[in-house]
């Protein structure tokens, strides 16, 4: 039996490496590690809970059975949100799906599916104002991002839920850095445009 | 700087938080300029929200509904390794024992194939003399077998006849091994199927 190492205070490449030699307990690590920033990506790009589980598992099989094709010269993450977003994407391309609420999706029509499509955002510590002007924004603006273009939404997704730099976003979604820049540029005005409302 | 207000590109600096040259006059406009500063501030509060957004967790188990569809590869080399491991005593005095017993072992082997090296004449000669007392014990042992697998008839034909009767006996030899292989394949696959 191979020596027991502390996998989560392991960087990235040595958790990738540790599983091209077979490690199991890497590959789930991986997976612990990435399942909520991938479903939450997943989420926000389709707009669909039980969907983007689907998806988001998808994500992790298929980087995981080509672990072995990952280049260490590239984050692992990049790659990571980079097959996370064609797989979104591939999925939008298929099926056109618009905007779902975090009320829950408009073409719900039963409770059960008002429940599936919906979902809380965690917020700790605060006055019941606090929170009621916090899910105010916080559904004013995960309705804003589900109504940007696809390209625009995993941009600044990544720019500022992720935290990836300008250039890591351009090698995620294989774009030119400066149509990274516009894209950003533009969802972010687009965004600004769409809260006026709530912000006045 | 002053005569003119922010272009949009630069507002995008500002909300990068951008450090580089250049920047500075972009902070100082922004102090001065009630007009870019209320932008700034829009933009930047979109920005904020923006961060705050939570990770959203998927259901329980998301690890095992993964790993169920992932096979594991384990190369050749890790798997030796593991193997070798595995073999080896936990404790640290009981590998110092088995580290010291394969070492002399180990020494012992590379003496002996130096000095066999190094006698070479009487290598060839110890080798010479040990086919010469083996060689009719395996043959006799062969013929011994060949009789028992088809009977002493066969044998007397075989070395009575000549190369078309040893054709047709290792022609049937060969078919029969063919019709068991084939047969047991058929059947592991049968099993298979079964479960």
Known sequence: MPPALDLANLPDADVVALAKRGR????????RRYERPVFSLVYRMVRDRELAEDLAQDTFIKVLQHIDRYRPEFKFSSWLFKIANNVAIDHLRRRRISTVSMDGSPHAVTAEAVERTSFD?????ESALELLEAKELGTAIERAIAQLRPEYRACILLRHVEDKSYEEIAATLDLPLGTVKTYIHRARHELRALLEDVRQ | MKHRHLLPEEFDLLLDDEVGFGVAPLRDHLAGCADCRAQFDEARQVAVALEGLPHLAPTF????RVMAQVPVFVPWHVAARDTAVRWLPQSRPARVIVGGLMTV??????????????????VAFATEVTATRVRPVVAGALQNGAVALLGPGVMESLEHGGLTELGVVASGFALAA?????GLRAIAAAARRRN
């Open chain 1, 24 to 31: 199991e307990a890497a590959y789930r690590e991986l997976v």
């Open chain 2, 178 to 182: 063919l019709a068991s292989a084939f």
């Open chain 1, 121 to 125: 955002v965690s917020v700790h510590e």
């Open chain 2, 61 to 64: 188990g998301m690890a095992d």
């Open chain 2, 105 to 122: 072992a180990g020494a012992t082997l590379t003496a002996g194939v130096v000095w066999l090296a190094s006698r070479g004449d009487l």
